[in-house]
């Protein structure tokens, strides 16, 4: 059954970025920390050009894939034109949260990105976001 494994498969891959991230940010909130996951990847997608923000979302597991999609309407960008703002996103998506640093979690993502997808992705992303933002992605 292709289904089932698919599934399976989609769910575990899922659940492998879900732990990292937790480990990332030494959280054991598993609900918190997809939160802001999706919050980090909305933001991320919301300040990059509609090829640039679909080209990303193609570097991600289908369903954090469905996620990263989920909302989105390429005609109207809401564009992070600070870092104040992006982080506020985060923030936002995250119920703000007083016990959440939004740019510990910026970080952590970013990283958790750049550990997954090769250098040369990361550069072009990295390079499409305002240049504000550009000091929260790894060196």
């Known amino acids: 059954m292709f289904v089932s494994h698919d599934l399976t498969y989609a769910l575990q891959a899922t659940r492998n970025w879900v732990s990292d991230l937790a480990w990332r940010l030494r959280w054991h909130d598993r609900e918190r920390v997809f939160l802001a996951l ?3 990847l909305h ?3 919301d300040c990059l050009g509609r090829d640039e923000a679909v080209y990303m979302g193609a570097q991600l597991p289908v369903l954090l ?3 990263y999609y989920e909302g989105w309407h390429p005609g109207r960008r809401a564009i ?3 870092r104040n703002s992006f982080l506020d996103r985060i923030h936002d998506g995250v119920h ?3 016990a959440v640093d939004p740019e510990e979690v910026a970080r952590s993502v970013l ?3 750049a550990d997954r997808l090769s250098a040369a992705e990361i ?3 990295k390079a499409a976001t305002p240049r504000a933002l550009h000091d929260l992605w790894p060196a």
Do not use: M
């Open 38 to 40: 999706i919050a980090t």
């Open 43 to 45: 933001a991320l997608r």
């Open 65 to 67: 894939r469905g996620f």
């Open 80 to 82: 992070a034109r600070n």
């Open 96 to 98: 703000r949260d007083p």
């Open 111 to 113: 990283s958790q990105l």
């Open 123 to 125: 550069e072009e992303a």
